[in-house]
Structures are given as C-alpha cells and as structure tokens.
C-alpha cells in the first residue's frame, strides 16, 4: 500500500477521481485506508501513533518531491488530506475494533 500511494504520487498521470475535490478526496482515502490497515495490525497505541506519524511525514515529504517534479505540483492541502485520512483511519479503526488489546492480554 505504501509502494502504491509513493506510485500514485510521482507518476506523471494519476488517475482523477471526477467530482470536485476529487483530488483531496483521494489522498483522504489512500492514507485512510492505510492507516486503518496499519491500525489492524499494531493495536498497541505507541505502535499506531509511530505509524500516523511516519504517514504524515510520508505526506509532506511527497508533496515536496513533486515540487520538485517538472509535471508535478506541490500543493500544502494535500498534506492536509493526507493528516486527515490518518486521523480519521486511526480513529475508524479505534472505533471498529474497541478492546482490542484485552483480547491478547493473558490471564
């Protein structure tokens, strides 16, 4: 997933999803859809914060090289919708799978 959203930036034709602000809705998914995924795998707090963290600096780092990117453009709201889709994957998955660390404590 993460190859894919790094793909899916710097590739000089991405696809475009056509309604308005279609565009930040695809970054509010993509990092959404991971961050939910990562959340399933690491339920430890430390774990999903460390990984919302990374996602985010994914993000703002992405955004710079296609600045850097002849066809390509940099645009601070994508990092917006970026943060976004990892709050609201964190905060789906916090929600989806409550308790989940009680279900792996031992006795």
């Given at each position: ?49 460390a990984y919302a963290i990374g996602f985010i600096a994914l993000g703002v780092g ?25 709050g609201a994957g964190w905060l789906i998955a916090t929600v989806v799978t409550p ?9």
């Amino acid at each position: 997933m993460v190859a894919a959203i790094v793909w899916l930036s710097i590739t000089p034709s991405p696809p475009e999803i056509d309604i308005s602000q279609g565009d930040k809705l695809g970054h509010v998914l993509a990092y959404g859809i991971l961050m939910f995924w990562f959340c399933q795998l690491h339920a430890q707090p430390r774990a999903r914060l460390a990984y919302a963290i990374g996602f985010i600096a994914l993000g703002v780092g992405l955004e710079f090289v296609q600045g850097r990117l002849s066809y390509r453009t940099y645009d601070e709201w994508d990092m917006l919708a970026d943060a976004v889709g990892v709050g609201a994957g964190w905060l789906i998955a916090t929600v989806v799978t409550p308790g989940i660390l009680e279900r792996f404590e031992r006795p």
